[in-house]
Nanobody
Framework: QVQLVESGGGLVQAGGSLRLSCAASGSISSINVMGWYRQAPGNQREFVATITSGGSTNYADSVKGRFTISRDNAKNTVYLQMNSLKPEDTAVYYC??????????WGQGTQVTVSS
């Protein structure tokens, strides 16, 4: 297992930006996929973005062109740069790490609130 700690959430006005960080307790170089998911009150957790160990990325349609996921293997950290934020982006954002057949780990979440 790997421990994940998110940071960088907060309150921002619509149109603003935030950068979330997800720090892993160990090396992420062997982790197959790392990603960000979010959960708004009353909703199920939903996919936001993922990045593979090879650097391939995938995004939910709702965030394409506004959010960018990246990983720094030297710092064992994954980032989510969020630009042009909208009130509907308000949610708790969770970091996820998957090493196939080995583990599927989640962080504790960080709150992002976008005011209109």
């Amino acid at each position: 297992q790997v421990q994940l700690v998110e940071s960088g959430g907060g309150l921002v006005q619509a149109g603003g930006s935030l950068r979330l960080s997800c720090a892993a307790s160990g090396s992420i170089s062997s982790i197959n996929v790392m990603g960000w998911y979010r959960q708004a009150p009353g909703n199920q957790r939903e996919f936001v973005a993922t990045i593979t160990s090879g650097g391939s990325t995938n995004y939910a349609d709702s965030v394409k062109g506004r959010f960018t996921i990246s990983r720094d293997n030297a710092k064992n950290t994954v980032y989510l740069q969020m630009n042009s934020l909208k009130p509907e982006d308000t949610a708790v954002y969770y970091c996820n790490a998957v090493r196939i057949y080995i583990f599927n780990s989640w962080g504790q979440g960080t709150q992002v609130t976008v005011s209109s």
